[in-house]
């Protein structure tokens, strides 16, 4: 495996021949051979938000990340989004992540605290 960011722009087409828009962005971090666990985050253009954008990008991000890095030992996904993003909870939760614990903020960097979500492989 080479490199330990990979990430995705998520564009949409319009009906009529307008050229593709970017309606958002997908990523998995910190991949390494051997390593159980891997980031993923992403974000939604706000004219996007409401539609699935992100829990159908994040859907795909997940799968593609399991069947590309599992053999290299990947075992889980982790999310974190701050406490009061509670569109990024849903988007989580509708993706399988399951809560696992609030981290503690980390200023400047994270002024607020965090909630840790991981998805599982299958088995």
């Known amino acids: 495996m080479a490199g330990d960011r990979f990430a995705f722009a998520v564009l949409e087409t319009a009906l009529d021949a307008a050229p593709l828009r970017l309606v958002g962005n997908v990523v998995i971090k910190e991949v390494a051979?051997?390593?159980?666990?891997?980031?993923?985050?992403?974000?939604?253009?706000?004219?996007?938000?409401?539609?699935?954008?992100?829990?159908?990008?994040?859907?795909?991000?997940?799968?593609?990340?399991?069947?590309?890095?599992?053999?290299?030992?990947?075992?889980?996904?982790?999310?974190?989004?701050?406490?009061?993003?509670?569109?990024?909870?849903?988007?989580?939760?509708?993706?399988?992540?399951?809560f696992d614990r609030i981290l503690p903020s980390a200023p400047p960097s994270y002024p607020l605290d965090g909630h840790l979500h991981v998805r599982r492989a299958a088995a």
């Open 33 to 98: 051979s051997g390593e159980p666990s891997a980031e993923v985050g992403y974000w939604t253009a706000a004219r996007a938000r409401g539609r699935g954008v992100a829990r159908r990008a994040l859907n795909t991000l997940t799968a593609w990340s399991f069947d590309a890095f599992q053999a290299d030992g990947l075992e889980c996904l982790e999310l974190l989004h701050q406490v009061d993003n509670l569109a990024s909870c849903r988007v989580a939760e509708k993706n399988g992540y399951q």
